[in-house]
């Protein structure tokens, strides 16, 4: 099984800045990896695909990058609806997900 | 527009059974691959089962193997989850969500869940 480490577990940052999450494969993955946001009471929604697609309707503030074992989800200018949990999902070898990420307000 | 509408959760015991399903609306339901999802309370996610879009190939998580029995039924836009033998470990959100496209895919589309809860 394909483990997904995320980093960090919680990311503490201000309005309109900039927010940073790692995503981490235990074998490489190709570019085969989407990123999901999860607010409380929600589904999940796909943000990223392909690594570094957005999905429909995603805005451009989010960003994806990586390829092989390491990835990167960037928010440019958080905005108040960013505030949430994030997920990154391998679909390279079945389908598993990291543990996530809280984006939270400083 | 894409709607999932999950249903079947409830209160059960160790040991017993549940269904759940998925009713499909806005695509071609018949044309893409169907996957469950669950989320344990306070956890992150896991993936369940998927079902090919014609219901040739099904994979499981380890977990649930032998326990669990995904199927669909394109006639009714339907996806289902049988689920028996249940332990107070499979309580959790069950979502069911649509594949972006082919096989190996992201989930684009996911229903708002249903709530499974084993417990004595």
């Known amino acids: 099984e394909i483990v997904m480490t995320q980093s960090p577990a919680t990311l503490s940052v201000s309005p309109g800045e900039r927010a940073t999450l790692s995503c981490r494969a235990s074998?490489?993955?190709?570019?085969?990896l989407a990123w999901y946001q999860q607010k409380p009471g929600q589904p999940p929604r796909l943000l990223i695909i392909?690594?570094?697609t957005r999905a429909t309707g995603i805005p451009a503030r989010f960003s994806g990058s990586g390829s092989g074992t390491e990835f990167t989800l960037i928010i440019s200018s958080l905005q108040s609806e960013d505030f949430a949990l994030y997920y990154c999902?391998?679909?390279?070898?079945?389908?598993?997900f990291g543990q996530g990420t809280n984006v939270e307000v400083k | 527009q894409v709607q999932l509408v999950e249903s079947g959760g409830g209160v059960v015991q160790p040991g017993t059974s549940l269904r759940l399903s998925c009713m499909a609306s806005?695509?071609?339901?018949?044309?893409?691959?169907m996957h469950w999802v669950r989320q344990g309370p306070g956890k992150g996610l896991e993936w369940v089962a998927v079902?090919?879009?014609?219901?040739?190939?099904?994979y499981y998580t380890d977990s649930v193997k032998g326990r669990f029995t995904i199927s669909r039924d394109n006639s009714k836009n339907t996806l289902y989850l049988e689920m028996n033998s249940l332990t107070p470990e499979d309580t959790a959100i069950y979502y069911c969500?649509?594949?972006?496209?082919?096989?190996?895919?992201?989930?684009?589309?996911w229903g708002q869940g249903t709530l499974v809860t084993v417990s004595s």
């Open positions: 969500a649509k594949v972006w496209s082919g096989n190996y895919s992201p989930l684009h589309y």
């Open positions: 806005g695509f071609s339901f018949s044309s893409y691959a």
């Open positions: 079902m090919a879009y014609d219901g040739s190939n099904v």
């Open positions: 074998q490489r993955i190709s570019n085969n």
């Open positions: 392909d690594a570094s």
């Open positions: 999902q391998q679909y390279y070898n079945w389908w598993t």
